[in-house]
């Protein structure tokens, strides 16, 4: 038994059971049930692929119900049994969610808030700390670094995100600081009847340069 969770189903199975099932990557799913329904069909063997839909089409008694699995058995004689089960859809989708993420970074010393005030201490040509000062030696300071990642549900494909990676958007929930958060990843996935967009910002404690960076 071979198990696929894409649209696209082969025509040649690798034995003569084959199975399609509408799960996620770890056999879990988000599709919010209320009720499943299941079909036979039995044809000839080398018209299985034509008699099975593709993963998430609609049933034709009730479009509200998709197809989650497509099971393809192989008879004697040359046919095939088909075994189809649509899911009810989901009647609502999950409310948005965010994570945060906090780490730390290794940034050059020039980069410091408060290395304008160290000018004294600073040697220009060697773009380094003068031999009598306490901070003689330091090339680099560690600092905090926050992500936060908004991942948004649909019922059906939203629009792709990656035009927006560069760009300021405030996210929402507890992150409404303007001008403060630069996308910079997206990604679009579906899940069973259910579509998820995930972007993730990267926090800075002082807004963003406008003439830099554009809203999305």
């Known amino acids: 038994m071979h198990t696929y969770g894409d649209t696209n ?3 040649q199975p690798t034995n003569n059971k084959v199975t399609y099932s509408a799960s996620t990557g770890n056999g879990t799913s988000n599709f919010s049930t209320s009720g499943s329904v299941t079909e036979e069909i039995t044809c000839a063997w080398t018209d299985r692929a034509t ?3 593709a993963l998430f ?3 034709a008694t009730d479009a509200t119900y998709l197809l989650t699995e497509a099971i393809q058995e192989q008879l004697p004689l040359g046919l095939c049994k088909i075994t189809l089960t649509y899911t009810a859809a989901a ?3 999950p409310a948005t969610s965010y994570s945060e993420q906090t780490s730390q970074v290794e940034e050059p010393i020039q980069t410091h808030p408060s290395f304008s005030s160290w000018a004294a201490d600073w040697d220009d040509t060697a773009q380094a700390f003068i031999p009598s000062s306490t901070k003689y030696g330091i090339t680099s300071y560690v600092k905090g670094t926050t992500t936060v990642t908004k991942t948004e549900y649909y019922n059906s ?8 990676v560069g760009k300021l958007q405030t996210p929402g929930g507890d992150y409404t600081e303007s001008g403060q ?18 972007t993730v ?3 800075s404690a002082v807004a963003y340069n406008t003439d830099i960076y554009s809203a999305a």
């Not at 494909?157 to 927006?164: E, Q, T």
Request: proline share 7%.
């Open 201 to 203: 910002y990267q926090y």
């Open 91 to 93: 009647t609502s989708v």
């Open 157 to 164: 494909r939203p629009s792709k995100g990656f035009a927006n």
């Open 57 to 59: 089409a609609a049933w």
């Open 51 to 53: 008699n099975t839909p």
């Open 181 to 198: 958060y630069l996308i910079i990843g997206c990604s679009r996935s579906q899940q069973a009847a259910l579509w998820l967009l995930t």
């Open 9 to 11: 189903l082969p025509t």
